[in-house]
């Protein structure tokens, strides 16, 4: 079955870096699209960044533009997202997806269980 297994997460002061990593199975991980997801306290799922199955191209939500890197793995079934100059704003439940076939970066079919990143100084 699929599982995704992220880590990584913890507690940051704002403008430092945190290095989140995802770990797939039960899936053939070079064929697909993965996102990475955050929920913060008393808000919605908010897509952040999503990279194609063969790393030619990635996306990011404005909000992380330019602070987050996503990138990918695929000798390894690993994802992961490079986060810098972090704000109390990145504050979230991060999730790793999987991007359901055929989906737009923001559908998923499956996810992890999270890692929680919390930036307060």
């Known amino acids: 079955q699929v599982q995704l297994v992220e880590y990584g997460g913890g507690l940051a002061q704002p403008g430092w870096s945190l290095r989140l990593s995802c770990t797939a199975s039960g899936f053939t991980f070079s064929r697909y699209a993965m996102s990475w997801a955050r929920r913060a306290p008393e808000k919605g799922l908010e897509w952040v960044s999503g990279i194609y199955n063969d790393d030619s191209d990635a996306f990011y939500a404005d909000s992380v533009k330019g602070r987050f890197t996503i990138s990918r793995d695929n000798a390894k079934n690993t994802l992961y997202l490079q986060m810098n100059s972090l704000k109390p704003e990145d504050t979230a439940l991060y999730y790793c997806?999987?991007?359901?076939?055929?989906?737009?970066?923001?559908?998923?079919?499956?996810w992890g269980q999270g890692t929680q990143v919390t930036v307060s100084s």
């Open positions: 997806a999987k991007v359901r076939p055929g989906g737009l970066l923001w559908e998923y079919d499956f």
